[in-house]
């Protein structure tokens, strides 16, 4: 008498399973798992600590040659000295927003370690078919869509994972939250980071779908990654770049994802300017994510 086996169909049970293992290759692997919990780390406590650009303004960086020092009466001296303590925290407050470069810096670093997470997606795939187990999964009941979106959840999840340790740790290096910030902004933070995520890895394997050399998806990550970074507010404000590269910043995603973010962390909350930042970045990730699934139908194949 032979038992009848039963095989789920279920599209959820399916993407669980396989983005459940998409993750298993990244927490059960200790060296991995250490990298990803130092690299935003270090990027934020060297990178950070770095570009300490409120020390180029300050009392000890603007002196007066000695001529010009003769003409004042040391009262004015002081007062001209204590005038100079406070630009720093004036220019910086006008340049970037907020007193603190680190707190600008660290909603921008989240924002980068999400596009260096979600790169690997793309690659992921190309190891899947050559190890042979893309074929072995096209065998199954689980739709082609799933396989994709398992690969895009499970770097998502990396990434949000990465961005929640950067926000810790910047906390003792000196982030300053705005005075509109509440625990519940963390949500809306989150979600932000979600839909950039899902959008990027999309992205990153509808590029490499049909490569089946690991070459390809390293080419297109350093090809890509400099001038999604760069050419947004990660850094530096739009504002203050040249006018040819506010227009290529003003049409990256990652800069309304990183305004959604400081909106919600460290700037004083201009509600419709968020709302924009989400229908951008949303309309992003449905485009990309619709993309990447019509992808799977036409070129995963066995």
């Known amino acids: 008498m032979s038992e009848t086996n039963h095989v789920s169909t279920s599209k959820l049970h399916g993407l669980w399973a396989l983005t459940n293992r998409e993750l298993k290759k990244w927490y059960k692997a200790p060296v991995v798992f250490f990298l990803t919990l130092v ?20 009392a000890e960086t603007i002196t007066f040659p000695p001529e010009l020092a003769a003409q004042f009466t040391p009262t004015q001296l002081g007062a001209l000295s204590q005038f100079f303590q406070g630009l720093s925290s004036q220019v910086m407050g006008s340049t970037f ?10 909603v921008g670093m989240m924002a980068f370690t999400a596009l260096f997470t979600t790169m690997f997606s793309g690659m992921s795939v190309v190891w899947d078919r050559r190890l042979g187990f893309l074929n072995k999964v096209l065998s199954t009941p689980v ?25 810790i740790i910047a906390i003792p290096l000196g982030f300053q939250f705005g ?31 049909r490569s089946t050399r690991i070459e390809t998806p390293m080419a297109v990550m350093n090809l890509l990654n400099l001038p999604l970074t760069f050419a947004s507010s990660a850094f530096f404000p739009i504002e203050k770049m040249p006018a040819w590269l ?4 003003n049409a990256n ?38 993309a990447g699934i019509v992808l799977s139908w036409r070129f995963l194949n066995k």
């Open 39 to 58: 690299q935003p780390i270090i990027w934020l406590t060297l990178l950070g600590n770095a570009l300490n650009l409120g020390s180029l303004v300050s």
């Open 97 to 106: 927003g907020t007193t603190s470069y680190i707190s600008f810096m660290a």
């Open 143 to 167: 739709s082609r869509a799933v396989i994709i979106l398992s690969k895009v959840f499970s770097a998502t999840l990396r990434s949000m994972f990465q961005a929640l340790i950067i926000l």
């Open 179 to 209: 005075v509109n910030f509440t625990p519940l902004n963390i949500i809306g933070v989150f979600a932000m980071l979600f839909l950039i995520c899902v959008g990027l890895s999309s992205l990153f394997i509808a590029i490499n779908i």
């Open 246 to 249: 506010q227009a290529v910043a």
């Open 253 to 290: 995603p990652m800069s309304y994802t990183i305004d959604g973010m400081r909106q919600l962390l460290i700037f004083n909350t201009d509600w419709t300017k968020l709302a924009f930042d989400f229908v951008y970045v949303g309309i992003f990730a449905f485009v990309l994510t619709t």
